[in-house]
């Protein structure tokens, strides 16, 4: 859950929408299921895989709006589920004429919502929706999005972006290359939202509420513990989430061979701002039995070094077999460098 759990409200059109979903899957969890809190199911996706399937829509408003895009030249690309968010089911249509993509996204039981998007070659989208849960400052500057209300004809919105002058020659979703194409943009966004800190707890809870109100949900009733213990969840998920996108990106760096990526892809580290120093700490000590609370540790704590001196100096703490060694650095979706096993 999470601003950007919570923000991001899938819609995916495109992976306007799906962007919006990764992150606030597990909120829309919490909202139906509090007692669960602490047990996340779902969390943040860094990166989506999509699967073309023979599913059937619940809500029958669903068919009723892709026999609208159909009406309007897109012929039917598939429908797809997305391996790393149960629940959520897409139909794509793609257009001949102009190469843009509709897609429409329907949650669970919870909601559908419809867009369409055109792709430049420069790497720029744009698109326009019924997202009912939109920030623009959750998009990357190069994603821009549009939002109309929730029951907006389909008419209406490919005569937005039909209107919309050209930024760069137009890349044309085809039944191909949507999966790529959304793919990549999700990364890209997901990258984006997570080189950002968490908002505080109160910064989040309006947002969650905000959006709880914008889906036409229950406002959610939490005790105190019951915010901290959400918050917290997300905080975790969006870490795990940023160590599986660099690890993505260590991956496509080229700077690490096959075969050391096959003998240490699972053990590597990552130290980057958006961690504590008690988290460094904590990463420092992941093939040790200290905590961070032993004594030599606690000391180096109290120094308040910079993540990377504090990481390198309890090493030195360390029976070699313990160690992490510095193996290179990467920028994206932040900075960060990236330790691996002494003793592999």
């Known amino acids: 859950?999470?601003?950007?759990?919570?923000?991001?409200a899938l819609t995916f059109v495109g992976l306007f929408v799906l962007l919006k979903f990764g992150i606030r899957w597990y909120?829309?969890?919490?909202?139906?299921h509090v007692q669960a809190l602490g047990s996340a199911?779902?969390?943040?996706?860094?990166?989506?895989?999509?699967?073309?399937?023979?599913?059937?829509?619940?809500?029958?408003?669903?068919?009723?709006?892709?026999?609208?895009?159909?009406?309007?030249?897109?012929?039917?690309?598939?429908?797809?589920?997305?391996?790393?968010?149960?629940?959520?089911?897409i139909w794509a249509g793609?257009?001949?004429?102009?190469?843009?993509?509709?897609?429409?996204?329907?949650?669970?039981?919870?909601?559908?919502?419809?867009?369409v998007v055109r792709f430049y070659d420069n790497g720029a989208a744009l698109g326009a929706g019924t997202n009912p849960v939109f920030h623009a400052e959750h998009y990357p500057s190069h994603v821009q999005y549009r939002q109309f209300p929730r029951d907006t004809a389909m008419q209406?919105?490919?005569?937005?972006?039909?209107?919309?002058?050209?930024?760069?020659?137009?890349?044309?979703?085809?039944?191909?290359?949507?999966?790529?194409l959304n793919a990549r943009m999700y990364a890209e966004m997901m990258?984006?939202?997570?080189?950002?800190?968490?908002?505080?707890?109160?910064?989040?809870?309006?947002?969650?509420?905000?959006?709880?109100?914008?889906?036409?949900?229950?406002?959610?009733?939490?005790?105190?513990?019951?915010?901290?213990?959400?918050?917290?969840?997300?905080?975790?998920?969006?870490?795990?989430?940023?160590?599986?996108?660099?690890q993505d990106h260590v991956l496509r760096s080229g700077q690490v061979s096959a075969a050391q990526w096959q003998a240490m892809a699972h053990e590597l580290v990552y130290v980057h701002a958006l961690?504590?120093?008690?988290?460094?700490?904590?990463?420092?000590?992941?093939?040790?039995?200290?905590?961070?609370?032993?004594?030599q540790v606690e000391a180096l704590l109290r120094q308040n070094l910079a993540h990377a001196e504090l990481f390198e100096a309890i090493q030195g703490l360390l029976p070699e077999d313990e160690r992490?060694?510095?193996?290179?650095?990467?920028?994206?979706?932040?900075?960060?460098?990236?330790y691996r096993p002494q003793a592999l």
């Open 1 to 8: 859950m999470g601003v950007v759990l919570v923000t991001i």
């Open 27 to 32: 909120f829309s969890r919490m909202l139906g």
């Open 41 to 89: 199911q779902q969390g943040v996706a860094a990166r989506i895989t999509m699967q073309l399937d023979k599913l059937q829509f619940s809500d029958p408003q669903v068919r009723r709006v892709m026999q609208e895009f159909k009406a309007l030249g897109y012929a039917s690309a598939g429908r797809y589920t997305i391996d790393e968010m149960p629940g959520v089911k």
């Open 94 to 115: 793609t257009h001949s004429q102009n190469g843009s993509l509709a897609l429409v996204l329907e949650l669970a039981d919870r909601y559908f919502s419809a867009d």
């Open 156 to 180: 209406d919105l490919a005569q937005w972006l039909e209107a919309r002058p050209l930024q760069s020659a137009v890349v044309a979703a085809t039944p191909r290359n949507l999966r790529q």
């Open 191 to 246: 990258d984006f939202q997570l080189s950002q800190p968490m908002p505080s707890l109160e910064a989040w809870k309006r947002m969650a509420l905000q959006d709880a109100a914008a889906l036409g949900s229950a406002l959610p009733t939490l005790t105190e513990p019951q915010w901290q213990a959400a918050y917290d969840a997300q905080r975790q998920s969006q870490q795990t989430a940023t160590e599986d996108a660099l």
């Open 275 to 295: 961690l504590c120093a008690e988290e460094v700490a904590e990463r420092a000590l992941r093939r040790s039995a200290w905590t961070a609370d032993a004594p």
């Open 324 to 338: 992490f060694v510095y193996l290179i650095s990467i920028d994206a979706p932040l900075d960060a460098r990236v």
